[in-house]
């Protein structure tokens, strides 16, 4: 029994954990971590099989039912296990097909069961479309669907200013045929589904109709201005109010950006050399971490559940067994060493102080926005050795930046297991970036001190173990489901894509550090030089 008072199953055979899961007491804890974790033990394949088979010889409508809710389950929360597998969807849309004989009597039973399975494919409908949409295999739910056709559409090219006295004034909108086109184009939908979808914004307060007239009639085109929900709107302020603290603080040299879907058409119509970004100082902190806040969470939220098992990020063959973590470590790793590069391929010491600066705004930015993954790149950046030997840049540091700096290396300080940046995240609310090295050192932890298989004969499977691997990773299902508000900038992003200039070589960089300060004889830096990215080292994330 749990600390409730619950009962928990603890360990059992694969036949008894599938006659608790079929025949014991409706719980969906137990459905949801055997979901998770299934693949420990036995594959999707052979899982869906088995309830197949078990559905076709129940005489009990008991277990038939309880069969459909698991069915359900792995639908709508665990749609990774068929994202990839047109086979398993094959077989699972042949099993739905086949709930109701062709041949069957149309009584009051038969039309439950219908109606059962006609739930069961429009939570595949649903999920597949979600998958689409936002490029990753999250849970369905109609509030996350709705929040990723919101931001394809505010995020878009599509929406539209309104002139007023001669002053050009925001007004959001967009008009509805345009939006339905956009759908299409973008989403891999028909029109039939894309108006289904602005309907269902419309009906959860994302936009509000504009005239009181049908949504979309014929060929008629009518505009739809955005109304977002009040979390929406809070968001909004929260930004405005960091905006307006970095521009009080900021460099007034870098480029800001103040509309960005105006700004991202401007730019596509002017030649490349008035567009270049050269430096990450010619561009506002603000920007940058709204900017890597966007890619950084898109990295992480196409990270399916099953990557993380089994530690297949050490194992043999790693790219073929999470080509989407190490997607994030790759990011990650350059990220640092970009940090160490732009300070030491400036030429004069004014130049290296201001781009450390710069570096601590955007980490300290990151922080206030919740992009954990950015503030601990940075601060790594800042601590390689050929960094942190620049004694005069550091001496010169402003006392009040040099505090802000102390407070970001004692929240990313490893010791006591990240004890400081497990207090900070512990209450926050998503949109969050996790540090992903504390998961995968929990995970480590779990998979090296417990075994799969409490007796490896008869093959007792310990099922403590799959709880912890799931209560992990239902932690990082759950960040996963909310995304940033803010709006793509692609000058900015393709630069962070693309036109970062990176020395990766240690060596490399810390020639080029002598260049811009020669050693001196028993010179003894200003700051701590214990290096954050030897620290990860211990969780497996370098």
């Not at 086949?98 to 006609?118: F, G, H």
């Not at 956009?182 to 028909?190: G, H, I, M, P, Q």
């Not at 900070?424 to 970036?433: E, F, M, R």
Request: charged share 25%; aromatic share 8%.
């Amino acid at each position: 029994f749990d600390d409730n008072g619950k009962k928990i199953i603890q360990a059992g055979t694969l036949g008894d954990l599938l006659n608790y899961l079929l025949e014991g007491p409706e719980d969906l804890e137990f459905i949801n971590i055997f979901l998770y974790s299934h693949n420990y033990f036995v594959p999707s394949e052979l899982l869906i099989a088995k309830l197949i088979d078990v559905y076709s010889k129940a005489v009990s409508s008991t277990i038939k039912q309880r069969i459909i809710i698991i069915a359900h389950c792995w639908i709508t929360e665990h749609w990774y296990s068929f994202a990839d597998s047109t086979t398993l969807q094959a077989t699972l849309r042949k099993f739905i097909d086949e709930l109701v004989p062709i041949n069957a009597t149309k009584n009051e039973q038969t039309m439950i069961w219908i109606s059962k399975r006609e739930a069961l494919k429009d939570a595949i409908s649903k999920t597949h479309l979600l998958h689409t949409i936002t490029s990753s295999s999250l849970p369905y739910d109609q509030d996350l669907l709705n929040r990723a056709v919101a931001r394809i559409l505010f995020t878009s090219n599509i929406i539209h200013e309104e002139k007023k006295r001669a002053l050009v004034k925001s007004k959001s909108f967009l008009i509805a045929s345009q939006a339905v086109d956009y759908l299409v184009s973008n989403c891999n939908v028909n029109r039939e589904t894309a108006v289904h979808l602005l309907h269902g914004l419309v009906a959860a307060g994302f936009m509000v109709h504009s005239e009181l007239k049908s949504f979309v009639e014929g060929n008629h085109q009518y505009r739809i201005k955005s109304t977002f929900a009040k979390e929406h709107r809070d968001s909004e302020k929260a930004i405005e109010r960091l905006r307006k603290s970095d521009d009080k603080k900021g460099d007034r040299k870098s480029l800001r950006i103040s509309n960005a879907s105006e700004v991202n058409d401007v730019i596509s119509t002017l030649p490349s050399q008035f567009t270049r970004i050269e430096s990450v100082t010619d561009i506002s902190a603000f920007d940058v971490a709204t900017q890597l806040a966007l890619i950084e969470f898109q990295l992480f939220r196409k990270i399916p559940p099953y990557e993380f098992m089994q530690k297949g990020w050490s194992r043999e063959n790693p790219q073929e067994k999470c080509p989407n973590i190490l997607d994030l470590i790759e990011w990650f790793n350059i990220a640092s060493y970009w940090v160490a590069t732009e300070i030491l391929k400036k030429k004069t010491d004014v130049e290296r102080l201001q781009t450390i600066q710069h570096f601590i705004n955007i980490a300290e930015i990151a922080k206030q926005i919740n992009n954990f993954c950015s503030v601990i790149e940075i601060v790594a950046g800042l601590n390689i050795a050929a960094v942190t030997r620049l004694e005069k840049s550091w001496a010169a540091l402003p006392a009040k930046t040099l505090g802000v700096y102390n407070k970001l290396l004692q929240l990313t300080n490893a010791s006591n297991n990240y004890k400081n940046y497990r207090e900070a995240i512990a209450t926050l609310q998503p949109p969050l970036i996790p540090y992903m090295g504390v998961f995968m050192r929990d995970l480590t932890f779990i998979e090296d001190g417990n075994d799969t298989y409490l007796n490896e004969t008869i093959k007792i499977i310990n099922f403590d173990k799959m709880r912890m691997i799931a209560n992990v990773l239902r932690d990082i299902r759950r960040i996963q489901r909310c995304d940033y508000l803010f709006q793509p900038i692609m000058l900015i992003q393709q630069f962070l894509y693309e036109g970062r200039r990176i020395i990766s070589s240690d060596e490399e960089l810390m020639q080029l550090s002598h260049m811009c300060e020669p050693a001196k004889r028993h010179s003894i830096s200003a700051i701590d030089s214990k290096s954050i990215v030897e620290k990860l080292a211990d969780s497996n994330i370098q």
